[in-house]
């Protein structure tokens, strides 16, 4: 199962590169690949970085970056994605929200909305409704997130967080997954001292998953507080250290695109080796130097 839906989405980026490589310069086919390309690879990298978080949290490496976060507008944030991603055309998606303020890492807390909404999605059939709430009681933060799925039978329900278990699939219930991303939502919603619990009356009556997380008061504002508009963006002579060709010279389109002047290495040991005089002012490593590169 994990094999299979990892290669589903690179077989959906390899079809639309050869597509691209046939076309004629047709603009709407040039646009279709580039979407679906688009849209698998941001699929793929959700998968994957689900996998790396889930085996940072298991072996306590995982980093947390705390602040405190109003928690409605994280929910409309990945609401926003859900529905920009297309994902949530298929479904009628209605909110329920007030601010509520929690101290948590903004992308740890995207992560579990993000598959909550997700995890909706993908097991309400079209033409279904997702529904979701933020509201406090107390000192407790509540998100929940209800739809109108196949529903869970109840012996399935006390494994739904279970790494890699997945509810057998029906005719009526063709969606999988890796079986990571409720495990994921439990164990960082744990790590804020909270608690997550899903609840469904049988099959074809929908579920709803719930998570409490311990809220706290909003921040005080002061005036000079709002953040000054950005500028127009710098532009930097940028050494990218990258050890495959094809994301190196990929990503040296992407800077230069946005006006940026970009020198290439393929190892740290080649990066760090450029004359001072020619070295640039900013620097983005995503190959891991080795010692004996650092040592240099």
Not at 182 to 189: A, D, F
Not at 192 to 197: A, D, E, M, P, R
Request: charged share 25%; glycine share 8%; net charge negative.
């Amino acid at each position: 199962m994990l094999g299979h839906e990892l290669r589903n989405p690179l077989g959906a980026i390899s079809n639309p590169g050869s597509m691209l490589q046939m076309q004629d310069g047709d603009p709407k086919a040039i646009r279709f690949a580039s979407d679906v390309i688009a849209r698998q690879t941001s699929q793929l990298r959700r998968l994957i970085d689900d996998l790396l978080d889930v085996n940072r949290i298991i072996s306590g490496r995982i980093s947390l970056e705390t602040k405190r976060v109003n928690l409605m507008e994280a929910v409309q944030s990945a609401i926003d994605a859900l529905e920009t991603a297309a994902k949530g055309s298929e479904h009628a998606i209605t909110v329920c929200l007030r601010p509520v303020w929690i101290e948590a890492d903004p992308a740890r807390l995207e992560q579990i909305v993000s598959n909550l909404l997700s995890n909706a999605a993908a097991h309400t059939p079209t033409g279904g409704r997702i529904g979701v709430e933020v509201d406090q009681d107390g000192d407790i933060a509540i998100l929940r997130v209800a739809d109108t799925r196949v529903g869970i039978e109840t012996e399935h329900l006390a494994r739904i967080f279970d790494l890699f278990y997945q509810v057998p699939r029906t005719l009526d219930r063709p969606k999988g997954g890796l079986g990571i991303g409720l495990t994921l939502v439990q164990r960082l919603v744990q790590l804020y001292g909270g608690t997550v619990s899903v609840s469904s009356e049988g099959p074809n009556k929908g579920a709803m998953f719930t998570v409490r997380l311990p809220a706290v008061s909003p921040p005080a504002t002061t005036q000079g507080q709002r953040e000054q508009p950005q500028g127009a963006i710098k532009k930097h002579t940028i050494l990218l250290i990258e050890d495959d060709a094809d994301s190196r010279e990929s990503l040296k389109r992407v800077f230069e695109f946005w006006g940026h002047s970009v020198e290439l290495a393929a190892d740290g040991r080649t990066g760090l080796a450029a004359p001072g005089s020619q070295r640039p002012r900013s620097g983005i490593l995503t190959s891991p130097l080795s010692i004996s590169d650092c040592r240099e």
